[in-house]
């Protein structure tokens, strides 16, 4: 996106944000990968690419707000955006002000916090969800094996797009809400359902040392050892 708005509209300034330096210099030589399929004539520097119809694209990392306070964009794409600082979340957000673009804010969840969960949840929000079941290079086997090595709250985060509270946490958002009097809380403490999923991931960290253990019985065999799980 970030490559056609840049050769197809002059003049345009764009924006990418990442949670690291590295990070943004991975994203940066996506950009360049994609224009350098196309015969648009561009020239760069560190941190910017400078297409000869007059717009830029700026990499920078977001660690630090100072970084990327007052720059001016027509689109900002922040990537990993649910592991942006917030305080650079802050700072990203005016450079929309005087131009009215567009903001595309990419992310695995990070639990119900920050810009990103803001964002995912708003209702004049354009929202994508899409699930590791929809990847087509993810098969099914490679899926369900890391539902077991992940665990419920994780694989919900990592593969299903769910905002869950913390990974192995006992007691949800609304259960310390609760605790502490927050009115804002939106529904009952559930209980029952907090102990079930404590019992569940319970079963998931015995389920996956079984599974580990049968690995570790069938490497032993294919190299002639004695097992060790009696």
Known sequence: RAAYTAARNPSHRIVLVSPTFRQSSALRSKVLGCLQRTHVGYDQ??????????????????????KVRGATADLVIIDECAFVKENVAAAVLPMLASTGGDLIAVSTPNGP?????????????????????RIPRFD?????????????????????????????????????????GDASVGS?????????????EEQTLEAEW?????????????????????
């Open 45 to 66: 520097t560190r941190e910017e690419i400078h297409l000869l119809y007059g717009s830029t694209i700026r990499a920078l990392p977001g660690d630090d707000p100072d």
């Open 188 to 200: 009952a403490v559930d209980l029952e359902g907090i102990e079930a999923a404590a019992e569940a």
């Open 113 to 133: 916090q920050g810009l990103f969960h803001e964002l995912a949840t708003s209702d004049d929000v354009l929202v994508i969800k899409v699930p590791a079941e």
């Open 210 to 230: 079984k599974l580990q253990q049968r690995r570790d019985d069938r490497l032993r065999q294919v190299k002639g050892w004695p097992p060790i799980y009696q």
């Open 140 to 180: 099914a086997n490679t899926i369900a094996d890391l539902r077991i090595r992940l665990g419920p709250a994780r694989a919900s985060q990592e593969l299903d797009c769910a905002f869950v509270v913390a990974n192995r946490s006992v007691f949800d958002a609304n259960a310390l809400a609760a605790m502490f």
